[in-house]
């Protein structure tokens, strides 16, 4: 597998990710109805920097993007998301990625890394995140409606770079 930045040629490849992790609806707070062009709008920030992960044939498992988590003064701070292709899941794409964004936010001067909204119920990311050193440093609870579990807490994780 290899970690790569993303070009316009990707995004075919990318939305049906985007689709089916939004869709699912237990892992993002989008729209479970969301559209290319919006996914496309909001995947694709003009302050972030987009990834892909991509097999030995150039297919892609998954994607991830990094950038201030907030304007001004907050700035120093990185923000990413991830999304991996459900036929790749289990096979370490996620651990790349959270590695590959680790190290490319700490080349691109943030000094840290906050997540805002990490579903509780997602307890293989909330277990990765932590095995990358982060921590959660609160819970908003009941703040995510999970299709299966029902209103659970959305933790913000933070690790400095």
């Known amino acids: 597998m290899r970690i790569r930045e993303a070009t316009e040629a990707d995004w075919p490849t990318i939305w049906p990710i985007v689709e089916a992790v939004v ?6 707070t989008w729209p479970r109805d969301l559209t290319e062009v919006d996914g496309r709008a909001l995947w694709n920030l003009p302050s972030c920097v987009v990834l892909v992960a991509v097999d030995e044939a150039g297919a892609v498992l998954g994607t991830a993007r990094f950038g201030p988590n907030q304007l001004g003064p907050g700035a120093h701070v990185a923000n990413a998301s991830f999304m991996v292709a459900p036929a790749a899941r289990g096979r370490g794409v996620g651990r ?3 590695e590959a ?3 490319g936010a700490a080349r691109a001067g943030y000094h840290a890394m906050q997540f805002n909204a990490v579903v509780e119920a997602n307890r293989s990311a909330v277990h990765l995140w932590k095995t990358l050193g982060f921590e959660i440093i609160g819970t908003a609870p009941e ?3 999970h299709p299966t579990e029902g209103l659970v807490g959305l933790h913000i994780m933070y690790r400095r770079l």
């Open 101 to 103: 964004v680790i190290r």
């Open 143 to 145: 703040a995510f409606d």
């Open 23 to 28: 869709r699912a609806g237990d892992t993002y």
């Open 96 to 98: 790349a990625l959270g």
